[in-house]
């Protein structure tokens, strides 16, 4: 399969995942709600809220601190799984799981 073909069936599943919970959210033919608007925003509303987001530069500021944080955990846990594979706790080792039960 074609990286565009992939691409585009990907944007296809999520359009219709939007558009069912678009559909879902408003009120049936039989007067029930099938998604409770507490908990399932609109995604117009949603995608309204992030190009406002974008176009007013409010949203830059926290990807910014986001990207900081991945970098930093990535680098935390990349520097404690090497000291943990390097053998610097010793001889004291963790039992094989076998012995645990």
């Known amino acids: 399969m074609s990286r565009l073909r992939l691409l585009a069936l ?3 599943v999520a359009i219709l ?5 678009q559909l879902f959210r408003h009120r049936a033919g ?3 709600v099938l998604l409770p608007p507490f908990f399932f925003s609109n995604p117009v509303d949603v995608f309204s809220q992030i190009l406002a987001w ?3 530069g409010v949203i830059w500021k926290h990807l910014v601190i ?3 944080e991945s970098i ?4 935390i846990g990349s520097s404690r799984a090497s000291w943990s594979a390097s053998g610097s706790r010793g001889s004291r080792q963790s039992p094989p799981c076998s012995t645990l039960m």
């Open 17 to 21: 995942n939007a558009g069912a919970v």
């Open 30 to 32: 039989v007067g029930k």
């Open 10 to 12: 990907q944007l296809l």
């Open 66 to 68: 986001t990207l900081w």
């Open 54 to 56: 974008f176009a007013s």
């Open 72 to 75: 930093l955990a990535f680098a």
